[in-house]
Each structure stands twice: as structure tokens, then as C-alpha cells.
């Protein structure tokens, strides 16, 4: 009995020496996030009947019965205002300025039709504007068939809902454009496979990615927000993984970067394949800048598991004040476990 004792005294003492983490767990959180009244009106304006007519209507003159044509037509500076209905079209942008328009913000739906194997817009343009419109039901062959793929110039997005699709915003490299994202909602997209997985943002080495007061959740696979840009502003959104499966972490800076993520929501599940961060910086590639701030953040775990708020690889980032609900722990070394990113704990715990 001695003997016994002896031991469990010497594992409190080797627990309190780590930091006390696993005796002082706190109990899980419980979400129960409350939508702001523009998700609400954007999910009460979707319309579920087929669009007829002439429904793409030209600011400069001239209405079509297909986005294709319209685009082609367009002037460099024109808008495109669409009719409330479900269009399974998709076009191409290779130049100008464009805005897409929702007559009435969510009661426009582009679905299925990828155009080059990749999108509903795929945008290389200067600039492209698109607000109000829902794009749903996009796959393709490579696993990454978007609502939007944007490959050249800036992307504004408003009042935009994506979801039932590999992904919803993607871009290519090396482009010095930027996106910004704002009140727009993400809904169950991501895919994985053996090789590799898709997000429902993912930027790749573009100059700037902002996402503001948006909404994220019932991710299927990946990240909720990846993004590669050397800058990022993510704020005010909310990242509900209270009902994703097979997500991975609720944002990803695989190369680092500048920037803020402050005054989000976020939301931590229990059905992903990598439980163990809620952020990542730096996990692939540490020649970037990568001094992004976290701070002001509300961070929800719902799991009986800890889980590392912010996992830097490069020891660059830097974390302010956020409030916690549920078992957390602030930082952690990283490393890599079983083809698996995992979080590496100073007591040698693997997560």
C-alpha cells in the first residue's frame, strides 16, 4: 500500500512539474451560437424554383437567358443583376471590372456547372465584385470544384451564401491581388482524400485575405479557412464546428503571415480528423513573416481532450487576451505524429 501511494504521489508531482494541465481540465463547453439576423434573411430570400426569362440583365444595356453570354457582352465596368431563381450555369471572367448582383441578396442560386473543370466563376480579370448570390452543389474531378475560383485581380464578396460543395472561395499562386469576404456564409464544404483536402476558403499566394463577420460551419473535411497570403484580417466571424466531420483546424496559415485574427467566435467540434489546434501558423513553410496576432477572441472546446489554441511553428506569432470556454492550453511545440500534424505538449504527450 506504501508502495502505491509512493507512486501516485510521484505522478501528481510529475503532473504539477508539466503545469497541472490534466488535473485542473476543465469540463467541456456547450455551444448553443446564436445567428445574426442577416444569416437569417439570407436563408429566408433563397428561392427553390428555376429562373426563366432573361435573367442576367446588363447595367450598360441588354438582358440574356445565360450567364456566358452576358459576361461576354458586359462592358469593362458593368454589373450583371440577376432575377431571383436556380440557374445550373457557370462563366468565365477574363477581364475588366464586374460586379454580380442579386436583384434580392440570397434569392439567386448558381449550382453544379463548373466551367473549365473548376468553378461556377472562375475570375482573372482586375476586379471582380460579387454579392448576394448562392452557389451550391460544385464538384470536380481533382476534388476542388468551387463556387468561385479566382485566379488573377482582387475578389470582393458580400451577402454571398456557399455550401453542398468541395469548396466554396478558392484562388491559385503567385498573384499580387487580394480577397475580402464579408457577411457571407460557409456551410458544409471540404473534402478530403488520401492526398490532400479542400477548405471552404482557401487562398493561395496571393498579397491579402480578409474575412469579416462571416459565418462558418458544418465543415465535411479540411480547414474552415486556409489561406497561403502574406497578410490576413479575419474578424468578427463566427467558426461553428459544433456539427463538422472530418474538419481539421478552424483556421490554417500553412506559410505565416501579418495581420490580425481578433474578435471571432470560434468553435471547436469533436467529430474531426485533427483534433488537437484550433489554429495553426506556419505548419509548411517558415520563410514568411509570420507576427499574426490573436487576440480578442472567444474560443469554445466542446471535447473531454485539450486542445491547443494556437499551434506556431516558426515562434512568431503572438497571443493576446481571449477568453476560453472548456479545456485549452494557450501554446504547444508542434510535430508531426503518423502523417498527421499533432500537438507535441511539454510533458511529451502527444495529442
Not at 456557399?162 to 469548396?167: I, L
Not at 463538422?244 to 501579418?258: C, H, Q
Request: hydrophobic share 40%.
Amino acid at each position: 500500500m506504501r508502495i502505491v501511494k509512493g507512486l501516485l504521489l510521484v505522478g501528481v508531482l510529475v503532473l504539477a512539474a508539466a503545469g497541472g494541465w490534466w488535473l485542473t481540465r476543465p469540463a467541456p463547453a456547450e455551444a448553443s451560437p446564436t445567428h445574426p439576423q442577416w444569416v437569417r434573411d439570407l436563408d429566408a430570400a433563397r428561392v427553390e424554383t428555376p429562373g426563366g426569362g432573361l435573367p442576367f440583365m446588363l447595367q450598360s444595356g441588354g438582358s440574356f437567358a445565360k450567364l456566358a453570354p452576358a459576361v461576354r457582352a458586359a462592358r469593362d465596368t458593368d454589373t450583371i443583376t440577376i432575377m431571383p431563381g436556380v440557374y445550373e450555369d457557370c462563366a468565365v471572367v477574363s477581364r475588366g471590372n464586374l460586379t454580380f448582383r442579386a436583384m434580392v441578396p440570397g434569392s439567386v442560386t448558381l449550382s453544379k456547372k463548373v466551367c473549365e473543370g473548376k468553378a461556377g466563376l472562375v475570375l482573372r480579370g482586375e476586379t471582380a465584385t460579387v454579392e448576394g448570390i448562392h452557389f451550391t452543389g460544385y464538384t470536380a474531378n481533382d476534388g476542388n470544384g468551387a463556387g468561385i475560383r479566382l485566379e488573377k485581380g482582387d475578389l470582393y464578396v458580400r451577402s454571398s451564401i456557399f455550401d453542398g460543395s468541395d469548396t466554396g472561395v478558392i484562388s491559385g499562386n503567385g498573384q499580387p491581388g487580394q480577397a475580402t469576404i464579408e457577411r457571407s456564409i460557409f456551410r458544409r464544404l471540404g473534402r478530403c482524400r488520401p492526398d490532400n483536402c479542400s477548405h471552404s476558403v482557401y487562398m493561395g499566394r496571393f498579397a491579402a485575405l480578409t474575412v469579416r463577420e462571416s459565418l462558418f460551419e458544418q465543415g465535411r473535411g479540411g480547414h474552415y479557412i486556409k489561406s497561403r497570403t502574406r497578410q490576413v484580417d479575419i474578424r468578427d466571424n463566427l467558426i461553428d464546428d459544433s456539427q463538422g466531420t472530418r474538419t481539421n483546424y478552424l483556421i490554417d496559415l500553412p506559410e505565416g503571415a501579418t495581420g490580425e485574427i481578433r474578435g471571432n467566435a470560434l468553435i471547436k467540434g469533436t467529430q474531426g480528423e485533427n483534433k488537437c489546434c484550433a489554429i495553426v501558423v506556419s505548419a509548411e513553410f517558415r520563410d514568411n513573416d509570420a507576427s499574426v496576432l490573436v487576440d480578442g477572441n472567444q474560443f469554445a472546446n466542446l471535447a473531454d481532450r485539450p486542445v491547443v489554441l494556437l499551434g506556431d511553428y516558426k515562434g512568431e506569432a503572438r497571443l493576446g487576451r481571449n477568453e476560453t470556454l472548456g479545456w485549452f492550453i494557450d501554446e504547444a511545440r508542434l510535430t508531426v505524429a503518423d502523417k498527421c500534424v499533432a500537438c507535441k505538449l511539454l510533458s511529451g504527450r502527444i495529442l
